[in-house]
């Protein structure tokens, strides 16, 4: 683990974001990153192939458009 040294603005927007997405500021940082990378590295796909490929990856049910019960 290490420290990250962040804006203040984006700090904020981290933990506002993180209240209404029920994470950690932790957390909704480390997601940004990830998608940011991801992104970055598959410039043509959206945010929502970048979910919906995450969601894939995890084998998640809500990604065929079920919901387990």
Not at 27 to 46: D, L, S, V, Y
Request: charged share 25%; with cysteine.
């Amino acid at each position: 683990m290490g420290l990250v040294k962040i804006d203040e603005h984006l700090h904020e927007e981290a933990r506002r974001a993180s209240t209404v997405l029920c994470r950690s500021i932790n957390a909704q940082a480390e997601f940004w990153m990830k998608i940011g990378m991801i992104a970055e590295a598959n410039p043509t796909m959206t945010f929502n192939d970048i979910v919906r490929a995450q969601l894939a990856r995890a084998e998640l049910d809500a990604v065929a458009g079920t919901v387990a019960a």
